[in-house]
């Protein structure tokens, strides 16, 4: 079964922040507008898992760069140059270079990334340590003897 959900232009970009990017969605109703390329999709896998992807059509391996530091996400791309002398009659395929940067809970981790299809999707998990988990609390009866 797909879910769609549709998210104001406030929640692209943040991993992890669901619940703080809800409510700030109800006040702002996606009054601010993010870059369009590449386009890509911010998925919720489960409860602990996250995938972004993005339409790299064009791009090989070596031309995509992914780098995670300190809350941020940063995917580049820098298309070489080759295929420069081709005359095109029509030309939908940006293929430009791109910088797409996203920012991450500081408990949001990223686990892997792969290209297939021209489509370059980036593995998130989210690792909530042990202490910060909430945790259920025993209610004993009272003797009121």
Same mark, same amino acid.
């Given at each position: 079964? !797909?879910? %769609? @959900?549709?998210? #104001?232009?406030?929640?692209? $970009?943040?991993? /992890?922040?669901?619940?703080? @990017?809800?409510?700030?969605?109800?006040?702002?109703? /996606?009054?601010?507008? $993010?870059?369009?390329?590449?386009?890509?999709?911010? &998925?919720? +896998?489960?409860? &602990?898992?996250?995938?972004? %992807?993005?339409? @790299?059509?064009?791009? +090989? =391996?070596?031309?995509?760069?992914?780098? #995670?530091? &300190?809350?941020?996400?940063?995917?580049? /791309?820098?298309?070489?140059? $080759?295929? *420069?002398?081709? %005359?095109?009659?029509? *030309?939908?395929?940006?293929? *430009? !270079?791109? #910088?797409?940067?996203?920012? =991450?809970?500081? +408990?949001?981790?990223?686990? $892997?990334?792969?290209?297939?299809? /021209?489509?370059?999707?980036?593995?998130? %998990?989210? &690792?909530?340590?042990?202490?910060?988990?909430?945790?259920?609390? !025993?209610?004993?009866?009272?003797?009121?003897?």
């Amino acid at each position: 079964m !797909n879910k %769609t @959900v549709e998210k #104001s232009p406030l929640s692209f $970009g943040a991993i /992890g922040f669901d619940r703080i @990017v809800d409510m700030i969605e109800r006040s702002f109703h /996606g009054e601010i507008q $993010g870059p369009a390329y590449p386009p890509y999709n911010i &998925e919720k +896998t489960d409860d &602990e898992n996250y995938r972004i %992807t993005l339409a @790299v059509a064009g791009f +090989t =391996l070596d031309e995509l760069e992914i780098e #995670s530091h &300190e809350g941020h996400l940063e995917i580049r /791309g820098t298309r070489g140059e $080759g295929k *420069r002398d081709v %005359t095109y009659l029509h *030309r939908g395929i940006a293929e *430009r !270079n791109f #910088s797409r940067k996203f920012v =991450l809970a500081e +408990t949001v981790r990223v686990h $892997g990334a792969g290209l297939d299809n /021209g489509l370059l999707s980036i593995d998130l %998990t989210l &690792e909530v340590p042990e202490k910060k988990k909430p945790r259920k609390v !025993n209610i004993k009866a009272v003797d009121k003897a």
